[in-house]
């Protein structure tokens, strides 16, 4: 778990620095920010997808994925999340629930996620998870600079979902097989594709409802060998 404390403790700290100085920032640098935020979010997304080896198979895991999280209305369930957080802390911040569900996706769907998670977990290896813990702190200034205080509160969801990641983790071993590892990652690539066209204003994608994407990802990817 020491690598998730980690992971946990800098985006904490790298949220507090962001929104000190982006309570500095006027409204045109919070624009600009956001966008250069939503053009790497593309580039981690393509890199990530392009990591397929069965494009048929990501396609089929984004359909049932997206129509299963639609009829569970799982977005709508990472709002209320949010906005339960946002009324408890008496936040008045106006993209509180954007910055929480942003973050708490960027954060979790990504390769060194399930690696260093799974690796921390069976050997207490927690060297992924501690350059993933970098990223995230420099990612979480960003975001918090230009997203406000619900970046400082994704710092739980990294908690809870890496941890529950790391206790799992000899349980999971199977997921690191090449086959399935790359069909999870680029299924999760385009994922992270569309809230890169969320932050750049350009089409708002329910990405939480894609989250069972992942899970058919796996399920797919061990049916198709």
Not at 16 to 37: N, W, Y
Not at 107 to 129: E, H, K, R, W, Y
Not at 181 to 205: C, H, P, Q, S
Not at 209 to 219: D, G, Q, W
């Amino acid at each position: 778990m020491k690598g998730t404390l980690v992971n946990t403790a800098t985006v904490i700290i790298g949220s507090l620095l962001g929104l000190a100085v982006g309570s500095r920032f006027t409204e045109k640098i919070k624009t600009i920010v956001m966008q250069a935020l939503g053009l790497c979010t593309l580039l981690i997304g393509i890199r990530m997808a392009l990591t397929t080896e069965n494009i048929l198979l990501v396609i089929g895991s984004l359909v049932l994925g997206g129509i299963v999280g639609e009829l569970l209305r799982i977005e709508d369930g990472l709002e209320k999340i949010g906005d339960l957080i946002k009324k408890k802390v008496k936040s008045e911040s106006g993209t509180f629930v954007l910055g929480f569900v942003t973050a708490s996706l960027v954060f979790c769907v990504g390769p060194m996620t399930i690696l260093g998670s799974i690796q921390d977990g069976v050997s207490g290896n927690a060297d992924t998870l501690y350059a993933k813990s970098m990223l995230d702190g420099f990612a979480s200034i960003a975001f918090a600079s230009s997203l406000g205080v619900g970046v400082f509160f994704s710092s739980l969801t990294v908690l809870i979902f890496q941890g529950a990641l790391t206790l799992l983790g000899r349980q999971l071993t199977f997921l690191l097989e090449p086959r399935i590892l790359n069909e999870l990652i680029a299924t999760g690539g385009l994922m992270i594709l569309g809230i890169g066209f969320y932050l750049l204003d350009i089409k708002r994608i329910k990405v939480g409802n894609f989250l069972p994407a992942l899970v058919f990802a796996v399920i797919l990817a061990l049916i198709f060998k």
